[in-house]
């Protein structure tokens, strides 16, 4: 069972790289183009590929978003448990969960996290995307 909420959990992602294929496609085969409005970046889809990109970056987004909430562990049991015999060390931190994240101010990524590790692979997700936005904006400037 935990096999398929993984799986669940991973759809949103798998789309959008689907996605961002298919819209790669798109540039390489003209059907779409690369602009900057002020200071973020404007896609233009006139054929099928990009268009097709478009669709599934958004829907692997959501899907990313709505799977998000499903739990990974299963459901506690009905059956009540038995009182521990022994009582916990209080050496053992409680597990909490590490978070962070990318937020793009303009063509600068701000990162954030709730510890340094994350952090870490937060800021080298936003300078992947940095480079990758700016590839393609070179791209689309060269007209290539």
């Known amino acids: 069972m935990d096999w398929i909420v993984r799986l669940v959990r991973l759809s949103g992602p798998a789309v959008f790289l689907v996605g961002l294929v298919a819209l790669a496609l798109g540039f390489l085969e003209n059907q779409a183009t690369l602009s900057l409005f002020v200071i973020l970046p404007v896609v233009t889809a006139t054929g099928p590929w990009s268009i097709l990109g478009i669709v599934l970056m958004i829907t692997g987004f959501l899907l990313f978003f709505l799977t998000g ?3 990974l562990e299963s459901p506690p049991s009905t059956t009540p448990a038995s ?3 022994v009582a916990p060390t209080p050496s053992s931190p409680p597990s909490s969960r590490r978070w962070g994240g990318v937020v793009f101010l303009g063509p600068i990524p701000v990162v954030f996290g709730s510890d340094p590790k994350v952090t870490q692979w937060m800021l080298i997700l936003g300078v ?7 590839v393609l904006t070179v791209i689309a400037l060269r007209g290539i």
């Open 83 to 85: 009182p521990p015999s």
């Open 69 to 71: 909430s499903v739990p």
């Open 128 to 134: 992947a995307l940095f480079v990758a936005l700016l």
